[in-house]
């Protein structure tokens, strides 16, 4: 089924993301986790991309069988920044041939080593050459807070509004901690004409190293409560996991109750973070 379909029933739907191992070594692990998700019938289940390798390989193998095998509709990640537009092709020919329909397109990280591919610059070129493959539904990543690539807020609208253009069907959300940057980010693309669903990326901090490479990586911004918490929990790991669910659950209430229905969680291969957030919206998501 087509992701945008499902966002399209306008009711709240919660979806989870998964990502492949680095080694066959820990393949059954990763796949055992995903299995263990899937069991707690997500409305989807992305699976992340990694760039080079065999990782690719990965991500197609545990797309499947969420797909194929638990009936879990699943959203393939799929990056150019350090792909060929061939090794693209490719990629798109094995989500078609397994049953993949829905695929997030991403420019992805620049890597460390500077190996980088040129036949695409941004992800909006990305996302038309995937229209073009098939018949696919495609997804693409926005920043509430502005990508840290981006000189300002209204330039990261304009990429985002070219990535919609291209053939964009909905977008996912860099994980926030503060909910009225999202409202206030919705407003604003909403204003440019940007019309299509946007999913809020969740993320339950269960552990302070993720804080630091939160802040690390993308500067988020951590609101006062939220830093409360951290102060107050963060040398008791056993505290800091079940504060950490509780924050994500309330953030998710807050954002059903004032209408925005597609969450997507960023359960870090976490089956018993993933269950624990879903029991706490049973009631409002219903069986």
Not at 152 to 165: G, M, N, P, Q, R
Not at 224 to 230: D, E
Request: glycine share 8%; with cysteine; net charge negative.
């Amino acid at each position: 089924m087509k992701i945008r379909d499902i966002l399209g029933q306008n009711r709240p739907t919660l979806s989870f993301e998964v990502f492949p191992p680095k080694t066959e070594d820990n393949y059954e692990t990763v796949e055992a986790a995903a299995r263990e998700i899937a069991k707690l019938s997500p409305s989807f289940m992305s699976v992340t991309y990694g760039a080079g390798g065999g990782t690719s390989r990965y991500t197609v193998d545990i797309a499947a069988a969420l797909n194929n095998e638990y009936h879990v509709p699943t959203l393939a990640h799929v990056t150019c920044v350090s792909s060929t537009r061939e090794k693209v092709h490719h990629v798109l020919e094995e989500l078609k041939a397994r049953g993949i329909e829905n695929v997030l397109a991403l420019r992805g990280d620049i890597p460390k080593e500077g190996r980088l591919a040129h036949d695409y610059q941004y992800a909006s070129e990305l996302i038309g050459d995937i229209k073009q493959r098939g018949d696919f539904c495609v997804g693409a990543a926005c920043y509430p807070e502005g990508h840290v690539e981006s000189a300002s807020k209204t330039e990261d609208i304009a990429h985002l509004k070219e990535k919609v253009e291209a053939g964009c069907d909905f977008l996912t959300t860099q994980m926030f901690f503060d909910n009225n940057i999202l409202y206030n980010y919705l407003y604003r693309i909403r204003e440019k004409g940007i019309t299509v669903p946007v999913v809020a990326g969740i993320m339950p901090v269960t552990n302070v190293s993720q804080i630091k490479r939160i802040c690390q990586m993308s500067g988020t911004y951590l609101p006062t409560r939220f830093k409360a918490i951290v102060d107050r929990f963060g040398d008791n790991p056993a505290a800091m996991k079940q504060a950490g669910i509780a924050y994500a659950a309330e953030q998710i209430i807050d954002l059903i109750a004032n209408g925005v229905n597609g969450i997507h969680v960023y359960s870090m291969n976490k089956p018993d973070v993933a269950a624990r957030i879903r029991e706490n919206l049973s009631e409002i998501l219903g069986p």
